[in-house]
């Protein structure tokens, strides 16, 4: 006979897109362990690891990722001292723990 199959969901990605500032220090004030991807829209670069960095949400539980587009929220780029993106950011309960600079998201620094 034939089953019925639910449909497959569409793969989202679980990287949360920061509107401004108070967004992001809520998102922070929520969520124990962070990972923020800073970016902007003319950045190839940028483009390149934007898959890498969704994937990686979707496989790592109890870590919230977020993207920052320094063009849009200049003031998180200021108080970080972004000067070259792609830049990440792993933070803890608030607090920075380590960066990354450039395309190369495979160092586990």
Same mark, same amino acid.
């Given at each position: 006979?034939? &089953?019925? /199959?639910? !449909? &497959?969901?569409?793969? &989202?990605?679980? /990287?949360?897109t /920061?509107?401004?500032?108070?967004?992001?220090?809520?998102?922070?004030?929520n969520? !124990?362990?962070? +990972?923020?991807?800073? $970016?902007?829209?003319?950045?190839? !670069?940028?483009?390149?690891?934007?898959p890498?960095?969704?994937?990686? =949400?979707?496989?790592? *539980?109890? +870590? *919230?990722?977020?993207?920052?587009?320094?063009?849009?929220?200049?003031?998180?780029g200021? &108080?970080?001292?972004? =000067? =070259?993106? !792609?830049?990440?950011?792993?933070?803890?309960?608030?607090?920075? +723990? =380590? $960066? /990354? +600079?450039?395309?190369?998201?495979?160092?586990?620094?």
């Amino acid at each position: 006979g034939i &089953r019925s /199959v639910a !449909p &497959r969901a569409f793969a &989202r990605t679980a /990287v949360i897109t /920061v509107k401004d500032e108070e967004h992001f220090d809520e998102l922070l004030k929520n969520n !124990p362990k962070v +990972v923020v991807d800073f $970016s902007a829209q003319w950045c190839g !670069p940028c483009k390149m690891v934007g898959p890498a960095f969704n994937k990686l =949400s979707d496989e790592i *539980t109890g +870590v *919230t990722f977020l993207n920052v587009d320094i063009d849009n929220v200049e003031e998180l780029g200021m &108080r970080y001292a972004v =000067s =070259s993106i !792609p830049y990440f950011l792993t933070m803890q309960n608030g607090n920075q +723990v =380590s $960066s /990354v +600079v450039g395309a190369n998201i495979d160092n586990k620094g």
